[in-house]
């Protein structure tokens, strides 16, 4: 079955760039998302990518998957203390809708 | 406006109780999922349901169970059968195939033992 692995904690100074990684097992995954979670909130949909696509940007985000290696990254530009959060990558299985979710990276954002 | 409503945001259970999880949306979306969140483990899928009147189990689905008698309501009970149920529950709703929303997330409710 599908497997996500993301690193647990991530440490950043305010102003820098975060880059939260993440590998993946499923090769016939057709998109990949990023979801973001804030302390006793749910998830919110962050951003997501087509498998056909090597990058994605979208402001202060950027999506850059590497298909051979099953590695998608997320990077923050100008990380601020509002970043400060959980972030999941989720992956779907079976190419269905059901998808599987990393453990998530918390990132910290220090003043 | 439309979302996903979870109450209550926090459940104390005693001993051989049973507790239910309410999730309403009104999203008019066909697909609806529970989840259990345990620190530094992600999200585990307990159930999940297509389609009114049909569900399916999950990863862990044991000692729950579920009902989906409107499109818009999926209720989880926790039975006594769940042994270690103090964890994070998230309900999610989605329209399948819908690939620039694929989940949308309730608030989540807080289960803990008394």
């Known amino acids: 079955g599908e497997d996500v692995e993301q690193s647990l904690f991530l440490s950043v100074r305010e102003g820098d760039s975060s880059v939260i990684n993440c590998t993946y097992t499923?090769?016939?995954?057709?998109?990949l998302y990023w979801y973001k979670q804030e302390p006793g909130a749910g998830l919110q949909l962050l951003t997501y990518?087509?498998?056909?696509?090597d990058m994605k940007q979208d402001q202060r985000l950027t999506v850059l998957l590497n298909k051979k290696d099953k590695h998608l990254s997320l990077r923050i530009a100008d990380t601020q203390t509002g970043d400060s959060a959980i972030y999941f990558c989720?992956?779907?299985?079976?190419?269905?809708?059901?998808?599987?979710f990393g453990s998530g990276t918390r990132l910290l954002v220090r003043p | 406006d439309g979302g996903i409503t979870q109450s209550p945001k926090y459940l104390f259970r005693k001993e051989g109780q049973n507790v239910t999880l309410s999730c309403e949306q009104n999203?008019?979306?066909?697909?609806m999922y529970w989840y259990r969140q345990d620190p530094g483990q992600g999200l585990r899928l307990i159930y999940y349901?297509?389609?009114?009147?049909?569900?399916q189990k999950g990863d862990i689905a044991e000692g729950y169970s579920v009902s989906r008698e409107k499109k818009e309501s999926f209720p989880l009970t926790v039975t006594s059968a769940q042994k270690n149920p103090t964890a994070f529950y998230l309900c999610?709703?989605?329209?399948?195939?819908?690939?620039?929303?694929?989940?949308?997330f309730g608030d989540g409710t807080r289960l803990s033992i008394l």
């Open positions: 999610a709703s989605s329209i399948p195939g819908l690939v620039d929303q694929p989940q949308h």
């Open positions: 499923d090769s016939s995954s057709t998109y």
């Open positions: 990518i087509f498998s056909n696509m």
């Open positions: 989720a992956v779907p299985m079976d190419s269905s809708y059901k998808l599987i």
């Open positions: 999203l008019n979306h066909d697909a």
């Open positions: 349901s297509q389609i009114v009147n049909d569900f």
